[in-house]
């Protein structure tokens, strides 16, 4: 019913800069809180940043400062601008969505499939 496609993702340099992008579509009648998760080799998977549908922001100590995490509502899509990259940083990093799909349903939590960040010089 609703699918998250993320993208951006790739190899950078220590000490550089990527932009992800997460777009929800389907049956959407709105979405709630957005975020991304990531999840390193033989990790569990973890919170990075997360947003409310009125703007408010919550970021993982770990990219406090360096991560900014964004929404464009009107396209139902959430950003992730990491600087300041370090090698620990390195995961696949997944967007995640709390939709409601009609005026009558409850909230359900959906999940992008996942698109990998490498730093390493």
């Known amino acids: 019913q609703v699918q998250l496609v993320e993208s951006g993702g790739g190899l950078v340099q220590p000490g550089g800069s990527l932009r992800l992008s997460c777009a929800a579509s389907?049956?959407?009648?709105?979405?709630?809180?957005m975020g991304w998760y990531r999840q390193a080799a033989g990790k569990e998977r973890e919170l990075v940043a997360i947003?409310?549908?009125?703007?408010?922001?919550n970021y993982a100590d770990s990219v406090k400062g360096r991560f900014t995490i964004s929404r464009d509502s009107a396209k139902n899509t959430v950003y992730l601008q990491m600087n300041s990259l370090k090698p620990e940083d390195t995961a696949v990093y997944y967007c995640?969505?709390?939709?409601?799909?009609?005026?009558?349903?409850?909230?359900?939590?959906?999940w992008g499939q996942g698109t990998q960040v490498t730093v390493s010089s």
């Open positions: 389907g049956i959407i009648f709105r979405i709630y809180a």
């Open positions: 947003i409310t549908d009125v703007g408010s922001t």
């Open positions: 995640t969505a709390e939709v409601r799909t009609t005026v009558v349903s409850g909230r359900s939590d959906y």
